[in-house]
């Protein structure tokens, strides 16, 4: 794999996480983890 797969790839996967963290009343699990470990903003 070259360099920019690996950077694409890489940001491919931060950019779903993100955007599971962005519908936390679509993920309540991902939710419910983040106000564990202490990121409030999940909780809305």
Known sequence: MT???RVAD???AAGAIVS???CALCFPALASL???IGL???TH
């Open 3 to 5: 360099l920019i797969t």
């Open 10 to 12: 890489k940001a491919g």
């Open 20 to 22: 599971a963290m962005g």
């Open 34 to 36: 983040g106000a564990a």
């Open 40 to 42: 409030g903003f999940l």
